[in-house]
């Protein structure tokens, strides 16, 4: 349950766009995995992150859970111009109570068709 309670205030930070706070929960090792990209090491992921916070306006956790080293949150997000409520889920695995895997899960088609939109 502990580290359900770290998922969730990792995502309430990038939820209020806090770089300085997700700092703080990620490990130097983090690996990120995503439809769009892959990622290793801490800056690489707060870079990344920080791209995210600035493409929202909000995000909201709907449900989290988790058994042993990981953690699951389902979220939504408000993405001008491609989506209201937009859906994903994370999965974070700790290590040494600090994130050392994410793994992103949403529809990646919804990004490909407006990126067809604006260069078409």
């Known amino acids: 349950m502990e580290n359900v309670m770290r998922a969730e205030g990792y995502y309430k930070l990038v939820g209020k766009k806090d770089v300085e706070g997700i700092k703080k ?12 990209a892959t990622l290793k090491g801490k800056e690489a992921v707060i870079q990344a992150t920080s791209g995210f916070m600035n493409a929202f306006e909000s995000l909201v956790i709907r449900t989290k859970f988790g058994s042993g080293e990981q953690a699951m949150i389902v979220y939504d997000t408000d993405i001008p111009g491609i989506a209201k409520s937009f859906p994903g889920a994370s999965l974070l695995t700790f290590r040494d109570g600090l994130i050392v895997k994410i793994e992103l899960f949403y529809d990646a088609s919804r990004f490909a068709e407006k990126k067809k939109e604006i260069f078409s």
Not at 25 to 36: A, R
């Open 25 to 36: 929960y990620l490990h130097p090792d983090v690996e990120f995995y995503g439809p769009l």
